[in-house]
């Protein structure tokens, strides 16, 4: 069977244990579940908040065809993407990634391979904003993002 993905992208908070455990309930057929929690850092205390922008149906269509990609590529029970937008203080919530399947390494993969290319290719731009007031740029892409995601070819 393949998983049919979920994906949300929303300015609100997720409860990651009332997601994984929606996902898992009476779910005898699992016996892997990967989750990965990325949070806002808060920069050695200097950050207020992280501003994330996106296109919102963009984000989306793009979100879900990383989503089926995964699913294609391992045998998935379950995936689920969440990403957040607006602006998140540190210590809160960005985005959550849980893949389920039989067996360990299909989980393992799924969800390293969803936030590959999540950081690479989902159109989401993050800017910092500072306690001392004042804004830093956009968010440059990183090289060693494109790296992982390029592990994947």
């Not at 998935?76 to 998140?88: F, W």
Request: contains cysteine.
């Amino acid at each position: 069977m393949t998983a049919k993905p979920v994906v949300r992208v929303q300015a609100q908070d997720f409860d990651t244990a009332k997601e994984l455990e929606a996902m898992t309930k009476g779910q005898t057929n699992i016996g892997a579940v990967v989750s990965f929690t990325g949070l806002c850092r808060d920069e050695g205390g200097v950050l207020e908040t992280l501003e994330l922008e996106h296109y919102a149906g963009m984000a989306t269509a793009q979100l879900n065809d990383i989503a089926q990609q995964a699913c294609k590529r391992w045998p998935l029970e379950h995936l689920l993407v969440i990403h957040r937008y607006g602006k998140i203080p540190p210590g809160k919530n960005i985005v959550l990634v849980i893949a389920t399947s039989s067996h360990r390494q299909a989980a393992f993969d799924g969800a390293s391979f969803v936030m590959d290319f999540l950081k690479t290719n989902a159109p989401f731009w993050k800017k910092e904003h500072f306690k001392d007031g004042s804004t830093g740029q956009w968010v440059e892409a990183k090289d060693k993002d494109d790296k992982a995601r390029d592990r994947w070819d």
